[in-house]
């Protein structure tokens, strides 16, 4: 075995090793780990970006969620064209983290399926998986997103912050229409960075929830109310709850992670391998706040 590939398998059976980051001081270690100049660093961010992504494609507690909003601003910090290759992977795999939405057209799809893959359903055993499942994996990513445009880590620019979740809020509000998806997609964003987004914007926020009910919630109720989709109807109710109670005053389940680095939460273990949209028509009516992100 040559000493460069033996090197590469010590590398990747350390990081193995050291289990679940914790704390600031396993981070360093993972950015002298993707600086080493032994191995292309693009192909390291590229794992750990990959690696961070794939994690919630299952639920995580708020607290692990807002622990990987942190890691990923630290490390980006030192890695800046890391957050646009995570970006852009999390958008691939959720294109409401866009935000975007494609609606369905027989001339641009040769299938029903094809349409859905396109939209993040996965295909299983030749069959395409079912709504609820694909649900469920975009309010996953969706809850990732809306905590790392949040995080504030001492004595980091997050390079992707509360700035451009505005932004996102507001696109998300001018161009997307009112579906299960998208409804989804708010429902999550809203629960985990509303409350952040309110200390900021204070009575703009409050405009923007102002029209979310008196708009978006809506159409969401007519679409609900034209497909007969059970999960419309609630998502709507969450929302609608959400605006009702300000639930926006409260912040969320592991948000005071904010004030300590981890804090002992933790992020997932990082195993190197071995080689390496179309407006709607409702959509409108959010454009007057675009002047504010």
Same mark, same amino acid.
């Given at each position: 075995?040559?000493?460069?590939?033996?090197?590469?398998?010590?590398? $990747?059976?350390?990081?193995?090793?050291?289990?679940?980051? =914790?704390? =600031?001081?396993?981070?360093?270690?993972?950015?002298?780990?993707?600086?080493?100049?032994?191995?292309? #660093?693009?192909?390291?961010?590229?794992?750990?970006?990959?690696?961070?992504?794939?994690?919630?494609?299952?639920?995580?507690?708020?607290?692990? $969620?807002?622990?990987?909003?942190?890691?990923?601003?630290? @490390? $980006?910090?030192?890695?800046?064209?890391?957050?646009?290759?995570?970006?852009? %992977?999390?958008?691939?795999?959720? @294109?409401?983290?866009?935000?975007?939405?494609?609606?369905?057209?027989?001339?641009?799809?040769?299938?029903?399926?094809?349409? +859905?893959?396109?939209?993040? +359903?996965? %295909?299983?055993? !030749?069959?395409? %998986?079912?709504?609820?499942?694909?649900?469920? =994996?975009?309010?996953?990513?969706?809850?990732?997103?809306?905590?790392?445009?949040? $995080?504030?880590? %001492?004595?980091?620019?997050?390079?992707? !912050?509360?700035?451009?979740?505005?932004?996102?809020?507001?696109?998300?509000?001018?161009?997307?229409?009112?579906?299960?998806?998208?409804?989804?997609?708010?429902?999550?964003?809203?629960?985990?960075?509303?409350?952040?987004?309110?200390?900021?914007?204070?009575?703009?926020?409050?405009?923007?929830?102002?029209? @979310?009910?008196?708009?978006?919630?809506?159409?969401?109720?007519?679409?609900?109310?034209?497909?007969?989709?059970?999960?419309?109807?609630?998502?709507?109710?969450?929302?609608?709850? +959400?605006?009702?109670?300000?639930?926006?005053? #409260?912040?969320?389940?592991?948000?005071?992670?904010?004030?300590?680095?981890?804090?002992?939460?933790?992020?997932?273990?990082?195993?190197?391998?071995?080689?390496?949209?179309?407006?709607?028509?409702?959509?409108?009516?959010?454009?007057?706040?675009?002047? +504010?992100?």
């Amino acid at each position: 075995m040559s000493g460069t590939k033996r090197r590469q398998e010590d590398r $990747t059976s350390y990081i193995s090793s050291t289990g679940l980051l =914790r704390d =600031r001081t396993k981070v360093n270690e993972l950015i002298k780990m993707i600086n080493d100049p032994l191995y292309p #660093q693009p192909i390291n961010v590229a794992v750990f970006v990959r690696k961070i992504v794939s994690y919630f494609e299952v639920d995580q507690p708020n607290k692990v $969620t807002f622990a990987c909003g942190h890691v990923i601003v630290f @490390i $980006t910090s030192q890695v800046p064209y890391a957050m646009d290759l995570l970006l852009a %992977e999390l958008q691939r795999v959720c @294109i409401y983290t866009v935000p975007k939405h494609i609606d369905y057209s027989k001339s641009a799809f040769q299938s029903k399926e094809d349409y +859905y893959k396109m939209i993040g +359903y996965r %295909e299983e055993n !030749g069959k395409i %998986e079912s709504t609820e499942a694909c649900l469920k =994996r975009l309010a996953y990513y969706m809850k990732l997103y809306a905590a790392l445009v949040q $995080t504030e880590a %001492e004595g980091i620019q997050n390079p992707h !912050g509360l700035k451009e979740g505005w932004a996102w809020l507001a696109r998300f509000l001018n161009a997307l229409p009112a579906n299960v998806y998208t409804g989804v997609a708010l429902e999550v964003f809203l629960q985990m960075a509303g409350f952040a987004l309110f200390r900021k914007y204070r009575s703009q926020f409050r405009k923007v929830l102002k029209n @979310i009910s008196g708009n978006f919630l809506v159409a969401l109720k007519a679409q609900g109310e034209k497909v007969k989709e059970p999960k419309l109807k609630q998502v709507t109710g969450n929302i609608q709850y +959400y605006i009702e109670k300000n639930e926006f005053l #409260q912040d969320p389940e592991g948000w005071k992670l904010q004030g300590s680095l981890l804090s002992g939460s933790m992020v997932p273990e990082l195993d190197y391998p071995d080689s390496y949209h179309h407006p709607s028509n409702h959509s409108r009516y959010y454009q007057q706040y675009s002047s +504010y992100y």
